[in-house]
């Protein structure tokens, strides 16, 4: 029946694609939609840059509180050329603010996930190394996240070099940061805690019913670029353990309409899914 109803809510919406996983943690069940088609993985590819963060901080590589000189110039996986994030693409102003100065990577981790900074993004990944977060999304359950680079490298995506992500793979980090992934409980808690203060709602959080809603918790990230618009995490429904999902949708170009509405919609579908059957 999820099948069903997430592929009339695609075509319904002109979605190009949609995938949807869900895992639920009450009762061990699972159910997948196309969950293993890669999307490009925008902004949910943020998810394991916190999850190798999480595990450099774990095993004692760093700390929360260490300090980060902010700077805005990095060099692109394809050739090694200098490229900036575009401050006027970065939805969070706060880190560009610190330009020259240091910032807790405690602190760029929230601003990578909650306002999505992209500096903040391709500071921790010029920290960590991209094979350090593989090695972490691997440690999480997560294959099928692939990240390859930080965002905004215009030459690597020239060359065909994309972070990509499957909803099933998306849905394997989330069960492994409930679970635990090997970390402490303190490193843990800061990881989630991290993932509820996700400032954008419109995506997994509006398709559970407003009633139900107000007293939930969602520990999740959102993810859009011109031809994608995704969401994935952790749904915490009043008194019961919490189900993962993620819902990934894309679209062409120039189809700019209802995208966040979809996700919603998909949302409900899981919704009456877990709780339904």
């Known amino acids: 029946m999820l099948d069903a109803q997430v592929r009339q809510i695609a075509e319904d919406a002109g979605a190009s694609a949609v995938a949807v996983a869900v895992r639920d943690l009450?009762?061990?069940?699972?159910?997948?939609?196309?969950?293993?088609?890669?999307?490009?993985?925008?902004?949910?590819?943020k998810?394991?840059?916190?999850?190798?963060?999480?595990?450099?901080?774990?095993d004692e590589r760093h700390h929360l509180d260490d300090r980060l000189h902010v700077r805005n110039r990095f060099r692109s996986a394809a050739d090694g050329s200098p490229f900036r994030v575009a401050q006027d693409r970065d939805a969070n102003a706060a880190v560009f603010?610190?330009?020259?100065?240091?910032?807790?990577?405690?602190?760029?981790?929230?601003?990578?996930?909650q306002t999505s900074s992209n500096l903040a993004t391709n500071l921790l990944v010029d920290l960590l190394g991209?094979?350090?977060?593989?090695?972490?999304?691997?440690?999480?359950?997560?294959?099928?996240?692939?990240?390859?680079?930080?965002?905004?490298?215009?030459?690597?995506?020239?060359?065909?070099?994309?972070?990509?992500?499957t909803a099933y793979?998306?849905?394997?980090?989330?069960?492994?940061?409930?679970?635990?992934?090997?970390?402490?409980?303190?490193?843990?808690?800061?990881?989630?805690?991290?993932?509820?203060?996700q400032e954008f709602a419109s995506g997994i959080p509006a398709g559970v019913p407003g009633e139900v809603r107000e007293g939930s918790r969602f520990a999740h990230k959102t993810g859009s670029i011109s031809t994608v618009q995704h969401d994935a995490g952790l749904v915490y429904l009043p008194d019961r353990r919490p189900y993962a999902v993620a819902i990934l949708t894309e679209w062409e170009a120039d189809a700019t309409n209802g995208r966040r509405e979809t996700v919603a919609s998909l949302s409900r579908a899981v919704y009456d899914h877990v709780t339904h059957g």
């Not at 969950?35 to 590819?45: C, I, L, Q, V, Y």
């Not at 603010?97 to 996930?113: F, N």
């Not at 593989?134 to 994309?162: F, K, L, M, N, S």
């Open 26 to 45: 009450e009762t061990g069940e699972a159910a997948t939609v196309d969950g293993d088609r890669p999307f490009h993985a925008a902004s949910t590819m």
């Open 47 to 58: 998810v394991a840059v916190l999850a190798a963060l999480l595990a450099a901080v774990a």
């Open 97 to 113: 603010a610190k330009r020259g100065r240091t910032m807790p990577l405690g602190t760029l981790a929230e601003h990578m996930i």
């Open 130 to 165: 991209v094979e350090a977060i593989r090695e972490a999304t691997a440690r999480w359950g997560g294959a099928g996240v692939e990240v390859v680079r930080g965002v905004e490298d215009e030459a690597a995506y020239e060359a065909g070099i994309v972070n990509t992500a």
């Open 169 to 197: 793979g998306l849905v394997g980090l989330f069960v492994g940061l409930e679970e635990g992934a090997g970390l402490p409980d303190e490193v843990r808690q800061f990881g989630l805690d991290v993932l509820f203060g």
